[in-house]
Nanobody, 115 residues
């Protein structure tokens, strides 16, 4: 089955940057869409960014201009570059992929933005 493995989370100061990686077990071009979601403690999961197989990207208003989603077909990996991080960005970030009418999810990686 499809497996997604996230990495790159950690502790960073406000205004800092992190790059999250999502390594897929197969070619990322085989997925209709891939995206990043996040869930903060006590809050509902929300979609942060999404990219289609054609390269079209969408972002949540809260991260627009600060986050960038991209893919590397050779490495079968999708990235989320996060700049100008704020404390409210603190959450568990999950990688998602959609193909053949099925959603796949990674295990999640913790991002904490704090002084």
């Amino acid at each position: 089955q499809v497996q997604l493995v996230e990495s790159g989370g950690g502790l960073v100061q406000p205004g800092g940057s992190l790059r999250l990686s999502c390594a897929a077990s197969g070619s990322i071009s085989s997925f209709a869409t891939m995206g990043w979601y996040r869930q903060a403690a006590g809050k509902q999961r929300e979609r942060v960014a999404r990219i289609s197989s054609e390269g079209t990207t969408t972002y949540a208003d809260s991260v627009k201009g600060r986050f960038t989603i991209s893919g590397d077909n050779a490495k079968s990996t999708v990235y989320l570059q996060m700049n100008s991080l704020k404390p409210e960005d603190t959450a568990v970030y999950y990688c998602n992929a959609f193909a053949a009418w099925t959603d796949y999810w990674g295990q999640g990686t913790q991002v904490t933005v704090s002084s």
